[in-house]
């Protein structure tokens, strides 16, 4: 492999193991010499750019008794080989990208040795050859079909022989309403058929998590092919997701509360990162348990915005104080649960009713709220968290993300700030719900027993975090 040009040693120089990525870059020339080594400026999700070394090339993929070239491309990021290659397929003009389990819509390559990755096990050359068997199982390319393209058998035909372009990637203006659950179990089937009942997808990626304890119910899945519904192993299915759901919890036989939330922790660290990676504009919405320590734990795992990572949190309370309110009690106007979702949590009133077009605002705590909302909490108190209940909770949420509705809901966010908390830590708090995450309301003057509550739950939740190990 030619890395001698004045570009490639200038790019190659800003390398921090340069010896080693040497090394590696003649292990795939002796097994892959069509790979050929640039430079190039790569574009990241937040429209950051550098410059760094790419390989072009074809891989050999056999397809229904028939050879064809890929045309992919690999850049390597300057603490490769340590890191991962990002990987494209690049069709030329009349080729189109066949978004499946391993590949998106705009060509990005998505593979479990990608997500696995760990130098000196992991190699490109494993990465290719782990390509070539993938694709001959899924191709993710055709051609464009014509009029005078008749012939089944051409569809790949023309692959084998073509220049390599090294045009930008595919973009789609519209969006694919994309959403994955992430965790098996009661809780993730019922947000499965939610989700399907509620709202309007084009896929819904189900991934039963082998560690976990709520695994079960993909076998089901699988059984009665549901529509729009993939069943998959990896996380690579979720790629491209608008809303990503983890309801996945793990098994612990620890007996202090620490060790087991340490051990949702530790399985956290296998899930969050990968999502987030191959999802980066995505919403996260969190139902472990429990809900805002996981919810907190998933955004420091993730590196998304706290706008994007979000816990179920008091969103179903919060629905259900709502409706008591305005059915059995004639109040006419929108509440919420706020605060922890355990016994501290605490209800809000908003100062505007259900009807009015004027934005909602919390109303500052009085006495002439408080006994209403203390009825509607009695009124509430025999009805359970059921997995069901949440599943419709979760897939109200996703809802008002997918099409945008701009929809109130109490959920778990980053509370830093609201209310006068100096204290990093995520709790339920009204939220404006919509494609591009969630925008809290103002924060208010709160009673002195609702004050107290709130302010209890920020101490035990920060004490807390400051025993895991993140």
Not at 228 to 244: H, P
Not at 401 to 406: N, P
Not at 446 to 470: F, W
Request: aromatic share 6%; hydrophobic share 35%.
């Amino acid at each position: 492999m030619d890395l001698t040009s004045e570009k490639i040693q200038r790019i190659l120089s800003k390398y921090k193991f340069r010896d080693v990525a040497v090394e590696e870059l003649q292990k795939i020339h002796r097994i892959y010499p069509g790979m050929k080594p640039s430079t190039g400026t790569y574009t990241f999700s937040d429209s950051t750019q550098k410059d760094l070394l790419k390989l072009t090339g074809t891989i050999p993929v056999k397809y229904e008794g028939r050879s064809y070239n890929f045309p992919i491309q690999l850049w390597l990021l300057d603490s490769f080989p340590f890191t991962p290659p990002i990987c494209y397929l690049k069709p030329t003009s009349n080729m189109v990208i066949r978004e499946g389990k391993h590949v998106d819509a705009h060509g990005r390559i998505h593979l479990p040795g990608l997500h696995s990755w760990d130098h000196p096990k992991s190699s490109v050359v494993g990465l290719l050859n782990e390509m070539v068997t993938k694709f001959e199982e899924d191709p993710p390319l055709s051609s464009k079909t014509t009029g005078d393209n008749k012939d089944p058998h051409d569809l790949l035909a023309f692959v084998s022989n073509f220049q390599i372009s090294d045009g930008g990637t595919r973009h789609h203006d519209q969006p694919t309403n994309k959403v994955s659950v992430i965790g098996g179990g009661d809780l993730g089937m019922a947000s499965v058929m939610s989700i399907l009942s509620k709202c309007k997808v084009d896929k819904l990626v189900f991934i039963d998590v082998a560690e976990s304890s709520t695994k079960g119910g993909s076998t089901d899945l699988e059984i009665f092919s549901l529509p729009k519904v993939e069943v998959a192993r990896d996380f690579s299915a979720s790629a491209g997701s608008r809303v990503v759901v983890v309801t996945a919890n793990a098994w612990s036989s620890e007996q202090s509360y620490v060790s087991v939330v340490q051990t949702n922790v530790d399985l956290y660290r296998g899930i969050i990162p990968n999502l987030a990676r191959l999802s980066p504009n995505a919403v996260m919405l969190i139902a472990s348990q429990p809900v805002d320590i996981m919810t907190h734990v998933a955004w420091r795992q993730s590196g998304l915005p706290p706008t994007h990572v979000i816990g179920a949190g008091c969103n179903l309370d919060s629905e259900r104080l709502s409706h008591v309110l305005d059915i059995n009690l004639n109040t006419h106007k929108p509440a919420w649960v706020i605060g922890e979702l355990s016994d501290n949590k605490i209800a809000v009133m908003s100062n505007t009713s259900l009807s009015s077009s004027a934005p909602h605002e919390i109303a500052p705590g009085s006495s002439s709220t408080k006994p209403l909302l203390d009825r509607a909490f009695e009124i509430m108190k025999n009805r359970g968290q059921r997995s069901w209940s949440v599943g419709l909770s979760i897939a109200d949420i996703t809802n008002s993300v997918l099409k945008d509705k701009k929809k109130m809901h109490s959920v778990s966010t980053l509370a830093q700030g609201w209310g006068g908390i100096g204290t990093e830590v995520f709790l339920s708090l009204p939220c404006i719900m919509g494609a591009n995450g969630s925008t809290r309301l103002a924060g208010v003057s709160l009673g002195q027993e609702e004050d107290s509550k709130l302010r209890n739950s920020v101490t035990s939740l920060s004490t807390l975090m400051a025993q895991l190990r993140i």
